[in-house]
């Protein structure tokens, strides 16, 4: 598809066109009247003064749409940005260690976000809290520039907390989301249910925490759980992306089945790690459990560092009542951070 700059330097086609059309008059003029030699010479004449003219006028368009070019080429070539969320508990400084992590590895910057509510007046005076957040994400911010080389930016802003962070992450074309979570259905601050809801909503995937998980340099293994649903496809670039820049090996968990669907999905999958060199295994794991709960197990059992997994694409009535399956998951007790695509027409996909 053709960008705007291109369009314009089209534009620029015209003039092109006419510094060569002129000798092609002249040339057919010479031809006829070849006798009438001072008319040709007047011909000539003109003809070289318009050409001239033009080939400069191109000059000049030329130089302009180069200069475009080359703004559109580092416009989009500017830094990509993490999303972390942190709301000052210890959840939230666990956050921010992950969000640095990742930035180092995949040499992006950091966006810190808190958003206002309740919570947040348990750490600062109401009257003075903005004020109070703000400084304290400033000093954050000098903190990682200071001792990991990362550029972070804060940003604070009042309201609901599910709106806010997928906003703030499509504003900024955030490339990943951070979120510490605590518990499953803790009633004051961002449970594993309530991110769900936020989660779902999301174009970007989220990586998630809790208070127990591990620091960023535990593991060095990424589960990835696959059974016939065609989405787990979706998962398959992430995992690459994450298992090339954190140097990872991928340990594919299944369920024991001659299912034709499961094994064109772990044949789409590991042609995709073939291709990038990338180092798997395959494990087959147990029948009556769902295959993300097995991972979960397996990845606490194995010392691996996260597990992939997708959301629930389509809501049904018995998810309104009992939940989606994954609030489960991203809660588990055992502290694994889940890194969750969401599977969208419009999800956003990794350049590896």
């Known amino acids: 598809m053709l960008n705007d700059t291109m369009l314009d330097f089209l534009h620029?086609?015209?003039?092109?066109?006419?510094?060569?059309?002129?000798?092609?008059?002249?040339?057919?003029?010479?031809?006829?009247?070849?006798?009438?030699?001072?008319?040709?010479?007047?011909?000539?004449?003109?003809?070289?003064?318009?050409?001239?003219?033009?080939?400069?006028?191109?000059?000049k368009n030329t130089l302009i749409f180069?200069?475009?070019?080359?703004?559109?080429?580092?416009?989009?070539?500017?830094?990509?940005?993490i999303l972390v969320y942190t709301d000052f508990?210890?959840?939230?400084?666990?956050?921010?260690?992950?969000?640095?992590?990742?930035?180092?590895?995949?040499?992006?910057?950091?966006?810190?976000?808190?958003?206002?509510?309740?919570?947040?007046y348990t750490y600062f005076p109401k009257s003075t809290a903005e004020q109070d957040a703000k400084e304290a994400l400033a000093e954050y911010c000098e903190t990682i520039k200071k001792d990991h080389g990362v550029n972070a930016e804060y940003y604070v802003e009042e309201g609901c907390t599910c709106t806010i962070i997928n906003s703030t992450a499509e504003r900024i074309d955030a490339y990943l989301i951070v979120l510490g979570t605590h518990g499953k259905d803790d009633?004051?601050?961002?449970?594993?249910?309530?991110?769900v809801k936020i989660i779902r909503k999301a174009r970007i995937p989220y990586f998630v925490i809790q208070k127990n998980t591990p620091y960023p340099s535990y593991g060095n293994k990424i589960v990835l759980p696959m059974d016939v649903a065609k989405e787990m496809k979706e998962?398959?670039?992430?995992?690459?992306?994450?298992?090339?820049?954190?140097?990872?090996?991928?340990?594919?968990?299944?369920?024991?089945t001659d299912d034709a669907r499961l094994a064109n999905n772990l044949q789409f999958c590991?042609?995709?790690?073939?291709?990038?060199?990338?180092?798997?295994?395959r494990i087959v794991l147990g029948e009556r459990k769902s295959i993300d709960i097995?991972?979960?197990?397996?990845?606490?059992?194995?010392?691996?560092?996260?597990?992939v997994i997708t959301t629930t694409k389509e809501e049904r009535l018995w998810h309104k009542i009992f939940?989606?399956?994954?609030?489960?998951?991203?809660?588990?007790?055992?502290?694994?951070?889940?890194?969750?695509?969401?599977p969208k027409k419009d999800l956003y996909v990794p350049c590896i």
């Open 12 to 59: 620029f086609m015209p003039w092109f066109e006419a510094c060569f059309v002129p000798i092609c008059r002249c040339t057919y003029l010479y031809i006829c009247s070849m006798s009438d030699v001072m008319f040709l010479e007047k011909c000539i004449y003109n003809v070289v003064d318009n050409f001239c003219w033009h080939v400069d006028l191109f000059a």
């Open 66 to 81: 180069a200069s475009r070019y080359l703004n559109d080429m580092e416009e989009q070539q500017q830094v990509r940005k």
């Open 89 to 120: 508990t210890s959840v939230g400084e666990r956050s921010v260690q992950w969000g640095v992590y990742f930035a180092e590895k995949f040499k992006m910057e950091l966006l810190l976000l808190h958003v206002i509510n309740e919570n947040t």
């Open 187 to 195: 009633l004051q601050f961002l449970s594993g249910t309530s991110a």
């Open 235 to 256: 998962k398959t670039g992430w995992v690459t992306y994450f298992a090339k820049h954190l140097e990872q090996v991928i340990d594919i968990v299944h369920k024991k």
């Open 270 to 281: 590991t042609k995709f790690f073939d291709r990038y060199e990338l180092v798997y295994n």
């Open 294 to 307: 097995q991972a979960v197990d397996y990845a606490s059992n194995n010392e691996c560092k996260l597990i």
């Open 323 to 342: 939940g989606f399956p994954e609030a489960k998951i991203i809660a588990n007790e055992k502290g694994i951070p889940v890194l969750c695509v969401n």
